[in-house]
C-alpha cells in the first residue's frame, strides 16, 4: 500500500466552479499536511500547508485535514485558467523529516 | 520567501557521458537537500537526503555509484549523474529545507535531462 494515495485525473472544470482535490494516507503519525501546485516542466511551489486536523484558508483556496478518516481536501473557490496545473499533496511526520508526495492531480480549468 | 535556484534548466548529453546539476539555496541555510526524479505523469520519487558536510543517504533502488551528491556546503548540493544513458532522461529536482521550518521546504525549478 503507498503511503499516500491521489486521483491522478485528469480534472477540467470550467472556469468559476470550485475545485476539490482529495488524498489519503496510511501513515497516522503525519502531521503536517502540504499542498504544491505544479505547472508544466516547473519545480512544484507550496500553496498552503496545515498542522494536524483542521481547516486552513488563503483566499481561493481551502486545506482541510480530517486525521480520523485520513484523509485531506483543498478547495479552489471560483477557480481560473491560471489554476491550471497539477496539484501534489505532502505529508511529512514534522519538519525536516522525508515528505511522502500523492502522484498528483492535473487539473484544467476552461475559460 | 526562501528561493532554490538550480541550474542547468535543461541538458542534452550524449550516452556516457557524466552531467552535473547543482541546487543553490539563495537566502536561507539548507540543513537538508533532497534530490528528486520525476517521470511524465508521476509524482516525485525521492532519490536521496543529503546533509551538509555527511554523506548521501539514498533510496533503495538509487545506485549511489551512478548518482553521485555532493552537499559540500550549507547553500550547495550537487547531482552528478555519471555514464549517463537514455533511461536516465528525466525531470531532476531538488528541494531544500531550512531547519525547522515548513516554509523554508522549496523546490528548485528541476532539471529536464535528455540523454542521446
Known amino acids: 500500500q503507498k503511503e499516500v494515495e491521489q486521483d491522478p485525473g485528469p480534472l477540467s472544470v470550467p472556469e468559476g466552479a470550485i475545485v476539490s482535490l482529495n488524498c489519503t494516507y496510511s501513515?497516522?503519525?503525519?502531521?503536517?499536511f502540504m499542498w504544491y501546485r505544479q505547472y508544466s516542466r516547473k519545480g512544484p511551489e507550496l500553496l498552503m500547508y496545515?498542522?494536524?486536523?483542521g481547516n486552513k484558508e488563503d483566499g481561493r483556496f481551502t486545506a482541510q485535514v480530517d486525521k480520523s478518516s485520513k484523509y485531506i481536501s483543498l478547495f479552489i473557490r471560483d477557480s481560473q485558467p491560471s489554476d491550471s496545473a497539477t496539484y501534489l499533496c505532502?505529508?511529512?511526520?514534522?519538519?525536516?523529516?522525508?515528505?511522502?508526495f500523492g502522484t498528483g492531480t492535473s487539473l484544467t480549468v476552461i475559460p | 520567501g526562501a528561493v532554490v535556484s538550480q541550474h542547468p534548466s535543461r541538458v542534452i548529453c550524449k550516452s556516457g557521458t557524466s552531467v552535473k546539476i547543482e541546487c543553490r539555496s539563495l537566502?536561507?541555510?539548507?540543513?537538508?537537500m533532497f534530490w528528486y526524479r520525476q517521470f511524465p505523469k508521476q509524482s516525485l520519487m525521492l532519490m536521496a537526503t543529503?546533509?551538509?558536510?555527511?554523506?548521501?543517504?539514498?533510496e533503495q533502488g538509487v545506485e549511489k555509484d551512478k548518482f553521485l551528491i555532493n552537499h559540500a556546503s550549507l547553500t550547495l548540493s550537487t547531482l552528478t549523474v555519471t555514464s549517463a544513458h537514455p533511461e536516465d532522461s528525466s525531470f531532476y529536482i531538488c528541494?531544500?529545507?531550512?531547519?525547522?521550518?515548513?516554509?523554508?521546504?522549496?523546490f528548485g525549478s528541476g532539471t529536464r535531462l535528455t540523454v542521446v
Open positions: 528541494s531544500a529545507i531550512e531547519a525547522g521550518t515548513l516554509d523554508g521546504y522549496t
Open positions: 501513515n497516522s503519525a503525519f502531521q503536517y
Open positions: 496545515t498542522y494536524s486536523s
Open positions: 505532502a505529508m511529512t511526520l514534522n519538519t525536516g523529516n522525508q515528505f511522502y
Open positions: 537566502d536561507f541555510q539548507a540543513t537538508t
Open positions: 543529503s546533509n551538509e558536510g555527511s554523506k548521501a543517504t539514498y
